[in-house]
Nanobody
């Protein structure tokens, strides 16, 4: 089992920055990918950024490329999401998810993920 706890959400003005953190505990060696998803009211949950723990490779949704960066601190079993140049449309509940693999289809397919955190709210104001 793996437990995920998100932190770092809050309120920020458009153009500002936030850094989210996802602390993992338990059988972390079993994790093959960690992804940040987000869900705004009335919208579907979407994958924002993924980190493949073995290779360290990353991938991003087109909507956040060049603005968001996902990274890992292996010593702390923590994955961060640095969010810069935030836009109004980035406001959502952000969730951290982890998968044991193998990966079927696209990285943002929800069935690839075995564990989910409770989420952290990001609010962006004009």
């Amino acid at each position: 089992q793996v437990q995920l706890v998100e932190s770092g959400g809050g309120s920020v003005q458009a153009g500002g920055s936030l850094r989210l953190s996802c602390a993992a505990s338990g059988d972390t060696n079993s994790i093959r990918l960690i992804t940040w998803f987000r869900q705004a009211p009335g919208k579907e949950r979407e994958g924002v950024a993924v980190l493949f723990t073995g290779s360290g490779g990353t991938s991003y949704a087109d909507s956040v490329k060049g603005r968001f960066t996902i990274s890992q601190d292996k010593a702390q079993n923590t994955v961060h999401l640095q969010m810069n140049s935030l836009k109004l449309e980035d406001a959502a509940m952000y969730y951290c998810a982890a998968g044991r693999g193998p990966i079927w289809g696209a990285w943002n397919t929800r069935s690839n993920y075995n564990y989910w955190g409770q989420g952290t709210q990001v609010t962006v104001s004009s």
